[in-house]
């Protein structure tokens, strides 16, 4: 499967300030997700947008969708410290039974 | 329960052994997945199983096998590994198959630390 880019691949912010993420696929997709990944256990699901929608919130988080460039951002505003983690981009592929492809994370550090 | 339960957490086996791992779901998910995830790098697909039926083995080695025996469990049956294969090994699960125009959330098991030596 193809992964698409995510940058910056790591971003280093202090707490308080916003954190933007971007992330690039290379197929057409009916929905992006947002995982958040901690220490290398378990990817927990951020927020969902589908392909007709070109922004969402929840919380402090806001994302932008662009098809037309194959493009996604994520916002995280008023960044905590408990914030520090990976965060990927993810979609599925195909037309039958399709697992996620998944960018490749940007890792972010919220320093105190 | 909204929990994708992987056991064991860590495991380190030798080169000549047979390990399983196990994932266990009660969401009445109807798919579950097999992802693995080397150190800085993003989840790759191994395995889909879609109502219990293999739907996607994404040209995985003979010596990972996986198992559905009922719609609530997953195993992965590991024989004769290589030090490469170690990894974290993340099941996840999702109520329907995931592609096409299905809008579907993955919930992510913890995963299992893989050790080969």
């Known amino acids: 499967s193809q992964q698409g880019e995510e940058d910056p691949q790591a971003l280093s912010i202090q707490e308080g300030e916003n954190a933007t993420m971007n992330c690039s696929y290379k197929?057409?997709?009916?929905?992006l997700q947002w995982y958040r990944q901690n220490s290398g256990r378990g990817l927990v699901h951020l927020i969902l947008?589908?392909?007709?929608?070109r922004e969402k919130h929840s919380g402090r988080l806001r994302v932008t969708l662009d098809t037309s460039k194959k493009s996604s951002s994520l916002l995280i505003t008023a960044s905590r410290a408990a914030d520090t983690a990976s965060y990927f981009c993810?979609?599925?592929?195909?037309?039958?039974?399709?697992?996620?492809?998944f960018g490749k994370g940007t890792h972010l550090i919220i320093q105190p | 329960d909204t929990e994708v339960t992987q056991t064991p957490k860590h495991l380190v086996m030798g080169m000549t052994n047979k390990k399983s791992l196990k994932c266990e779901q009660h969401?009445?998910?109807?798919?579950m997945y097999w992802y693995k995830q080397k150190a800085k790098k993003p989840p790759e697909l191994m395995f889909v199983?879609?109502?219990?039926?293999?739907?996607i083995n994404e040209s995985v080695p003979s010596r990972f096998s996986p198992e559905c025996p009922n719609s609530s469990l997953l195993n992965l049956h590991l024989h004769a590994l290589q030090p490469e294969d170690s990894a974290l090994y993340l099941c996840?699960?999702?109520?329907?198959?995931?592609?096409?125009?299905?809008?579907?959330?993955?919930?992510f098991g913890q995963g299992t630390r893989l050790t080969v030596v």
């Open positions: 996840a699960s999702s109520l329907t198959p995931g592609g096409g125009e299905r809008v579907v959330e993955a919930f």
């Open positions: 993810a979609h599925y592929s195909g037309g039958g039974a399709d697992g996620l492809t």
């Open positions: 197929t057409s997709i009916n929905n």
């Open positions: 969401m009445g998910h109807r798919a």
């Open positions: 947008i589908r392909s007709n929608e």
């Open positions: 199983y879609s109502y219990e039926k293999l739907s």
